[in-house]
């Protein structure tokens, strides 16, 4: 399944929509694998990341993670700023 | 009855803001107080900036919403009004003044695009994501064009949307708050201000640091964030701090007693009058852009699948 996040964008920047995001991705992804499509998204704040992809991270663990989510049509940047945020949640979740 | 007139001096600006603050800041101390005869008078100032007329408007709505006053008289010249008038914050200060409910306002703050510059007031509405789309239906859109280069408006964006993320974090109770943003195709000035519970209180009861100029520095570091259980990362301000420090530009975070200045690759900490919450402004060249991308190596490869 494809969600397309481009009626987000194309600035992903407060915590309302990143927790709408979270949910409408971790929705699917409990049942079947899914190809998140960021054409439409330039730009998503650092807590943002967090929140989305640092929170799934956490919450399906690395392996159901890679599995499952694939992401498409992501720039040099947001690919950088998801980077961020999965390392974030990982670093923290160690203390 | 005791009065209590005070007079601002020629200059309300970024390099006298500490002064400003230091005149007015005994606000905070009036909170349910409604005390009468205060007459509050610009007629001596002579040169407002943006960040001037920021400082103005949170001062009075603190003093609006905390009941410190009763009827206060304030006496605004025609040039401060003016000012007022070009940051979009005119119509706001009228309400505020006539004791209205200013959230029709704040939903009315219009972006302004000029051939030589624009002015952006942004309403920061907490719990909403009414900020967000305006941002995304109205800002981008016409900040992009006037740019025609979107990288420079990308690191626009991400520094409104790392400053709004720290307000929002900060604020606590109050539930608006105003970002305004002044640029041309030279520079981009941003300033925002709260009357929250400011940066140094929000981190001393995460890491319980003695030093108020270390809570500072820590806040504007990678990874240090008053709320590390949360979805806040501590990369908002170091980003901030990062892009101003490349670009050769400057920053001025005013919080509690602590006013950190960054100057291209220099900064000072130093004391400060005290205020309430946290201000800051920026003001940087736009004509290079330095992305996230552009900070970090990161490469989230391992993690996930990109195809």
Redesign the interface.
Known sequence: MTIDLSEYGPVIGDSVVASEIYHKIYSVVRNTSVVIDMAGVKLMATFCAKQIFGKLYLELGPNDFYDKIQIKNASDNIKTTIGIGIETSLNESKF | MNSINIIIGEKANIQYASSIIGKLNFFFKLKNRELPNFYLSFHNTKEVDMLGVLLIYKLLEYSVSENCFITPRIFLPKHIKQEMKFYGFHDLISELMTGNDTIKEFENLKLDVKKDFFIAPIALIK???Q??KI??QKY?PQISEYYGY?SIS?MI??L???L??NF?SHALDETKSIMVAHGNHNRIEIACADTGIGIITSMKNTYNTKSDFDIVRNAVSK?ITSK??T??????LW?VDEVVKRLNGKLHIITSNTYYKRLGNKVWLSHSSFWQGTIIYLDIPVTQPI???NL?N???TH?????
Do not use: A, C, K, W
């Not at chain 2, 979805?231 to 908002?236: A, D, E, L, R, S």
């Not at chain 2, 993690?303 to 195809?307: E, H, I, M, P, T």
């Open positions: 719990g909403t994501n900020s967000s941002l995304n981008y979107e990308l964006f991400q409104f949307t790392e709004y993320s929002s990874g590390p259980d979805n806040h990362m501590g990369y908002g980003y992305l996230i991308s970090e990161n490469n989230p993690y996930l699948r990109f195809v």
